[in-house]
């Protein structure tokens, strides 16, 4: 078991190097394109951006260009913004980045909690009213976009029955740290967090439902009910943890997307300073610094997450750990 786990992690440290050398080609290589001349700004002097190509390595061979913007991304971490003169890059992903964590740790622990029910459900009375309801109200959230959900949730709890006795309790749009006010940080994500999650927990329910189905018709199943165990025992001992192997696949890359900027849309919405919104910023005034560093930071997740995912499936499918 140990030796895959290694093999995994060196696999991913590898990735992680190839992600770097990608980005960087594409954002300070890119034929025809001067990152000098966006760093010096607007109507710089030749002096100036002599100073400025030197400063940054870009009058030296591509490999030393790398080795100097890495080196500033990570280990001196003084890469500064193009847009905001003196703002730090990493400082200001690290700040937005307990935001993000917050929106989809508290999202996913909704998805999957309801999403599991929702599949069992769905699984035990396959072919009945509740696997059809709960079929149809999965599509239905899987079909509502994540910004028109949120759109619709602020106006009814922000504007039209904010004042209400159901939804007096929840504060305006923004971001409370946890370590400041754990309470109003609670508050200030319920909304966010159901938004979030309501896509998920249809997509992930409707898949939990097919992959049970499916493991019913297995032979391990059927030696399960001959020996005489309850169907419940079967359900949560048996059919569930092999049918779990997609949803976790699934859930591993959700995940990292989402915690690597993919909420996106939802901290817009609810105007939450995560790394989502730190991308958007970063787009609409093309700060190459922040949209490098927002792009290193969600691969790394997303690697991180997928190396996860293959750890847990030897733990989940024995065939896996095996075949290993």
Partial sequence: MLLPILRRLSEMLFVMFGISVVVFLIFFATPGADPSARIAG????????????????????????????????????????????????????????????????????????????????AAATRGGIPDRLLMFLGLVGISMPVFWVGSVANLITQSRFHNTWLFHWVPGLGYTPLTQHPFLWFKGLVIPWVTLAILYIGLYGRVLRANLVEAYQEDFIRTARAK??????IMLRHALRTSLITFVSMFGLDFGALVGG??????????LPGVGRLTYLALQSLDLPFIMATVMYSSFFVVVANAVVDIAYAWLDPRVRDAR
Wanted: proline share 5%; no cysteine.
């Fill in 262 to 271: 993919g909420a996106l849309l939802t901290e817009v919405v609810f105007n």
């Fill in 228 to 233: 005489g165990l309850s169907e419940s025992r």
């Fill in 42 to 121: 607007r109507n710089a002097t030749p002096e100036v951006l002599a100073q400025v190509r030197h400063s940054f390595g870009f009058d030296q061979p591509m490999p030393v260009q790398y080795l100097k913007v890495m080196e500033k991304l990570f280990v001196s971490r003084d890469l500064t913004s193009f847009v905001n003169r003196g703002e730090r890059v990493i400082p200001a992903v690290v700040e937005a980045t307990p935001v993000t964590l917050s929106l989809v740790f508290g999202a996913a622990v909704i998805w999957v909690v309801f999403a599991i029910i929702m599949g069992m459900i």
